[in-house]
């Protein structure tokens, strides 16, 4: 906002950082459908979205942020065979994105362990 002087000025932040800690939603079901529309026209596809062919879902793209922030948030409440469910739906609903497949590989070992 511009105060009477005409300055610039900045109110000061309106939540506390750092919130919730829950990611914002990020933008591949957007993301996926630019780039298949692009392909075509693309001199060197990028290796995205299974070389920009497929799109994601926007409801896909939800509930797997859903899932990977609940697996993540209470993961000390759930039990390993919960956690890897969790990080298992994730990852088949958002293939592309990798933090669920860690936390997966994670879950996985733990429960290979005697």
Known sequence: EDDAAGQRSYPGPT???PGTGEP???F????SRMLKSAAPYLDA????FNNCTEVLSFQSERE???????AVTEEKSLQMG???QLHRRASSLNPWVGEPHVMLSQCLECGALP
Do not use: F, M, S
Request: proline share 12%; net charge positive; hydrophobic share 45%.
């Open 45 to 48: 596809v990028p290796p995205l």
């Open 24 to 26: 914002g939603l990020p």
């Open 28 to 31: 591949g079901a957007i993301l």
């Open 15 to 17: 939540r506390l950082w």
């Open 82 to 84: 919960e956690l890897e």
């Open 64 to 70: 797997a942020h859903k899932l990977y922030h609940k």
